[in-house]
Nanobody, 121 residues
């Protein structure tokens, strides 16, 4: 089993910062990619940013220059530092770990429960 736990969501004023944290635990062999996604009501879940085991990162265009993703491969954690937040950033944010389990050897996405981020004055 792989458990994914998120924290750090909440209410922030436009232009302010917020940091999301995510921790994966359990029977993990390796985590290839960790990422953050967001989903608004009635819309498809979309990628915000991801970081590979090698440290390679990718960001959706709307957050480039404002968000920074980082991970600790040994602690199996990932963080998303969000700066200059806009009302359009308001969404439920989900942490994803693309992992291979140590026992069964299966590979797949392991998702957190979701964390609400609200940007409002």
């Amino acid at each position: 089993q792989v458990q994914v736990v998120e924290s750090g969501g909440g209410l922030v004023h436009p232009g302010g910062p917020l940091r999301l944290s995510c921790s994966a635990s359990g029977s993990i062999f390796t985590i290839f990619t960790m990422g953050w996604y967001r989903q608004a009501p009635g819309r498809q879940r979309e990628l915000v940013a991801y970081i590979r085991e090698s440290g390679l990162t990718n960001y959706t265009e709307s957050v480039k220059g404002r968000f920074t993703i980082a991970r600790d491969n040994y602690q199996n954690t990932v963080e998303l530092q969000m700066d200059s937040l806009k009302p359009d950033d308001t969404d439920v944010y989900y942490c994803d770990a693309d992992a291979r389990t140590a026992i069964a050897g299966a590979r797949g996405d392991c998702w957190g429960q979701g964390n609400q981020v609200t940007v409002s004055s």
